[in-house]
């Protein structure tokens, strides 16, 4: 397929290719998709980007753009294109797409990124318009063969069928043809109506799945190459160190070790096997310098998020007059809130394979950003972009950790001084000590109440990291970073008077990216949290006190009134149990979640049911958008309750799963999920239910024990009796 | 040193030293991928493997301790009745996600359903509470267990 990579977006546009003796069809598609509401990630124009291949044998190939990380896209994409191309999903064989953002960019991300729930929104119309397109030329071919119009044939699972006489040609037989067609303009070709879809909206099975459950799958870490070493790597402790000394000659005595190779603030240990690199990592007794952020610590992070919350900052939202309101008001609340840095820790270790040649260079890894890799290393090595193939590979989690290249970028550099590839794999440890973090926040947040207890001014500041202003600098508007205040800006409630202002502060040293969730997990724990404290001041029912504000809102408006139902919110708990609400619009998809906890007499906290409620638009697949609420509900629930990346001496203390928690079999809750039908655009799910659960759980644990979670993890305050 | 290692049912004569964890020889030497490393410190379960049909954390077994004892990996399981019942429940019931502690899941499960052919909520707990999955699996995996046992008595 590497041909079809090079051709020019002008090729495509003029004709079909015909590649062996394979049809292939490809769409230059539109600008068709523009999220339906604030979403912070802008949206500019469409490249080219959807391709089909069809085999003589009838089997189509979808060149799929995005990255499988366990959220089921390889599976919902291909249902798209199934859908308007009239194949069964057995039909469809998944093939990975080069890296290539000219031709495979995500439409809304502009880069061929798998990320931020975009996949679907992003692909929603592309692919079916790349499968009605093919569909239309297949069934052209057919009724010139048959010397009939082609609105008297239909297509049907691989077939095209002239109806009154009842002939069959089946696709497989009409892809030379159908090759010679002229590609039919985009805005010609009719997409089904929803009401006729057939596959879209079903519980499809997965196609990832088969392989998963035998141990075939192949992720980045499973990588086999002839002659291939393997190597472990010891990142500068302290963030921004450099490496001082180590013992190469204990190192090379190990058993199975090739070479050590030294980096301005790296070692790698090259060997046979991963078990000798990691000995002579050990033997190594490797000293660093800490450099210019060795003190640094999580106090002193946290009193520089204080300083910096006492100025004004950048202003994401103005409108009406709060000041003013503030004045009028029979009641001001007020409340600080404060998050921890966040792991990912996603099952499979980082890792990346990496092999250099004398004028190009092979990358095998599971990444979300396949073509920033490509870039990146092209710059690293001096090689054209072109000669760096990234060969995406099944991801083993993503969770935001993979849309960063700096583990591909540190393989890479590793490669440089290895003859022939070599496939670095960084132990649970360097994993979670060499992240980069989910940016710690404080906020301040202050509500005017009138008489009635209506919020009739709304002032919130939030302090911390700008991962936008180094990941995506083009999108910084005025000094607002959009995803800082994704959900803080618009919050889903009538709020006339309304001043939100984003205060950048940067951790000295320390990395920040992306987490699951992005700007929602922070803003709408601490939005969410408010509105609740705010409906507790002046003796409100939670839900009842939303509802209130949610009267320009009927989207909002049904998934909270559908969660309530849902979750018997009203029915009597027992002692130090508790109910709590939240709400959400976010990535394109309202949702409503209530969570059910226990807090034990020693403080711990038991979540035994979480009910969710989403309007994501039209559905692809039920059963999916259900695992992502049950997925996201618990990634969301272990970090509000255990998470917590600490810092002394310019390092995180926190190395594996002892001590940065997951939760485990034992301490999951059930989670419902109740699906709104909608012919609304479809909206992201993947990170929807960890945004919601963290100011879910929190306003739980208030109706259980009247103690009100300022601060996250949960486990920080003291909740026993 | 050089060692006999019987795994899947296949004797593997290899030469590495008594101390590797089980868990690289399989990995690296014999290169059957599907036993994952997840944290090398029997915290997560990824590299759940079996030693004459009882569940062990391969990343911390010394391959110079397992003598003549049977190892079985995810490669296999799927020839024992527990393993083949807790593979199809796991595709009826969706379960998977990313996959990639599965391989440790499905060992662990097959291991609890060959002790315990209809186990309770407490038994999957207490069996499968050392297995990690961030995917946010843990429902699916329980009632997929039920559903295995269910199968296994059909």
Request: aromatic share 6%; with cysteine; hydrophobic share 45%.
């Amino acid at each position: 397929m590497k041909s079809l990579a090079i051709l020019g977006r002008r090729e495509f546009l003029k004709d079909a290719v015909t590649i062996g003796s394979g049809l292939v069809l490809s769409v230059a598609i539109p600008p068709a998709i523009r999220p339906s509401l604030a979403d912070s990630a802008a949206f500019h124009a469409f490249a080219p980007n959807a391709f089909i291949r069809i085999d003589p044998e009838g089997m189509v190939t979808l060149m799929m753009p995005m990255a499988e990380m366990g959220q089921g896209v390889h599976t919902a994409l291909a249902m798209l294109l199934a859908e308007e191309l009239e194949v069964s999903l057995e039909q469809v064989k998944l093939e990975q797409a080069p890296s290539d953002d000219s031709l495979y960019a995500n439409p809304i991300l502009h880069v061929q990124s798998t990320g931020a729930s975009t996949s679907i929104r992003a692909f929603w119309t592309p692919l079916r318009q790349a499968g009605a397109v093919a569909r239309r030329l297949l069934l052209t071919a057919a009724a010139s063969r048959w010397g009939v119009a082609p609105d008297s044939c239909l297509a049907k699972r691989g077939v095209v069928i002239h109806i009154s006489s009842s002939r069959q040609l089946r696709y497989g037989e009409l892809v030379h043809a159908a090759a010679v067609l002229p590609v039919p303009p985009l805005e010609s070709v009719p997409l089904k109506h929803p009401s006729q879809f057939t596959l879209v909206g079903t519980s499809a099975r997965r196609l990832d799945t088969p392989d998963k459950v035998v141990g075939r799958a192949q992720f980045g870490i499973d990588m086999k190459l002839p002659q291939m070493a393997i190597a472990a790597v010891a990142i500068s402790p302290a963030f921004g160190g450099r490496l001082k000394s180590l013992n190469e000659e204990a190192a090379l005595a190990v058993r199975g070790v090739r070479q050590m190779v030294r980096l301005v603030n790296a070692v790698a240990a090259v060997a046979d096997d991963t078990w000798a690199a990691k000995k002579a990592l050990a033997a190594a007794a490797i000293e660093w310098d800490d450099g210019p952020n060795g003190q640094v610590s999580s106090e002193q992070i946290i009193r520089q998020l204080e300083e910096a919350s006492a100025h004004p900052g950048a202003v994401a939202r103005h409108d009406g007059d709060p000041e003013r309101a503030m004045m009028s008001a029979v009641r001001v609340v007020e409340a600080v809130y404060q998050l921890p840095f966040l792991a990912h820790a996603a099952m499979e270790p980082m890792n990346c394979t990496v092999h250099m040649h004398k004028d190009s260079c092979d990358i095998w890894v599971g990444t979300q950003v396949p073509t920033l890799t490509q870039v990146q290393v092209a710059e690293l090595t001096g090689l054209p972009k072109s000669a760096v193939r990234v060969h995406n590979q099944y991801l083993g989690g993503g969770f935001g950790r993979r849309l960063e290249p700096d583990g591909n970028l540190l393989a890479a550099r590793i490669a440089q001084h290895v003859d022939g590839p070599v496939k670095v794999i960084w132990s649970r440890e360097e994993d979670i000590q060499h992240d980069m973090y989910r940016p710690c926040y404080l906020d301040r947040i202050s509500a005017a109440l009138d008489a009635r207890g209506i919020p009739v001014a709304w002032k919130h500041r939030l302090c911390g990291s700008s991962v936008y202003s180094r990941y995506h600098p083009n999108l910084i508007k005025n000094g607002v970073d959009p995803d800082a205040v994704a959900g803080a800006a618009q919050p889903p409630y009538d709020l006339p008077n309304i001043h939100v202002e984003f205060v950048r502060v940067e951790p000295p040293g320390i990395p920040t990216s992306l987490w699951r969730g992005v700007g929602p997990t922070h803003n709408t724990f601490v939005v969410e949290s408010f509105i609740d404290e705010l409906a507790h001041t002046v003796k409100r029912d939670p839900v009842e006190y939303r509802k209130s504000l949610l009267i320009h809102n009927p989207r909002a408006l049904g998934v909270l009134m559908l969660a309530a139902k849902k979750a018997d919110w009203g029915r009597t708990l027992p002692e130090r149990w508790g109910r709590g609400v939240a709400l959400q619009f976010a990535y394109g998809s309202f949702a409503a979640q209530v969570v059910e906890a226990q807090v034990g007499v020693d403080g711990r906290v038991r979540v035994h049911r979480i009910v969710c409620a989403i309007d994501c638009g039209m559905v692809v697949n039920p059963d999916t958008i259900a695992a992502q609420m049950e997925g996201g509900a618990l990634f969301g629930l272990t970090a509000a309750l255990y998470g917590e990346i600490t810092l002394k001496k310019g390092r995180v203390m926190e190395s594996n799963f002892n001590d940065y928690r997951p939760m485990r079999m034992n301490e999951a809750p059930i989670v419902e999920t109740h699906i709104v039908q909608s012919s609304e655009p479809p909206g992201g799910v993947g990170e929807v239910a960890t945004a919601t659960v963290s100011p879910a759980v929190a306003n739980a644990v208030f109706a259980a024990t009247g103690k009100r979670i300022r601060r996250l993890p949960i486990k920080a305050l003291d909740l026993s009796r | 040193m050089n060692l006999t290692i019987n795994v899947n049912s296949t004797a593997h004569d290899i030469d590495v030293e008594a101390d590797m964890p089980l868990l690289w020889v399989l990995r690296d030497v014999l290169g059957m991928t599907g036993t994952k490393f997840g944290c090398g410190a029997a915290l997560c379960g990824a590299c759940t493997v079996h030693l004459d049909g009882i569940a062990i954390r391969s990343c911390v077994m010394p391959v110079g301790n397992i003598a003549d004892r049977a190892i079985t990996t995810i490669e296999a399981i799927g020839s024992t009745p527990q393993g083949r019942a807790v593979q199809r429940a796991w595709l009826e019931l969706e379960v998977v996600q990313c996959g990639y502690c599965q391989s440790g899941q499905i060992m662990a499960a097959a291991a609890l359903l060959a002790k315990r052919p209809l186990p309770d909520d407490q038994d999957i707990d207490a069996a499968m509470s050392g297995n990690v999955c961030r995917c946010g699996t843990y429902q699916r995996i329980r009632s997929a267990i039920h559903h295995a046992a269910g199968l296994g008595r059909r």
